[in-house]
Nanobody, 118 residues
Framework: QVQLVESGGGTVQAGGSLRLSCAAS????????LGWYRQQPGKQRELVAS???????NYPNSVKGRFIISRDNAKKTVALQMNSLKPEDTAVYYC????????????WGQGTQVTVAS
């Protein structure tokens, strides 16, 4: 059974930092492309960071220079370091693992709330 479990969410003042972590089980972690997404009330889920199996990273302009994604294949974890947080970063954050084995499988965590107070 595949499980992705996020941790590290909470409430922080604007300008502060948080580090999210996602622990995976039940998958060959090194074969997974990984991503962090967020969803604000009434809005679609959006990508905030991704890291490929080769370690290539990608960020939207809204978080570029503030967020850093990293992976540890030995520990089967993916982290999101969030710096210079803004109130508009407030959302539920989800990690996602994508694996292609003849077909494509997408796995999601349950989400963790991040609240940035102004």
């Amino acid at each position: 059974q595949v499980q992705l479990v996020e941790s590290g969410g909470g409430t922080v003042q604007a300008g502060g930092s948080l580090r999210l972590s996602c622990a995976a089980s039940g998958i060959t972690f090194s074969d997974a492309d990984l991503g962090w997404y967020r969803q604000q009330p009434g809005k679609q889920r959006e990508l905030v960071a991704s890291i490929s199996i080769f370690g290539n990273t990608n960020y939207p302009n809204s978080v570029k220079g503030r967020f850093i994604i990293s992976r540890d294949n030995a520990k089967k974890t993916v982290a999101l370091q969030m710096n210079s947080l803004k109130p508009e970063d407030t959302a539920v954050y989800y990690c996602k693992a994508t694996i292609e084995v003849r077909t494509t499988y997408h796995y999601w965590g349950q989400g963790t709330q991040v609240t940035v107070a102004s």
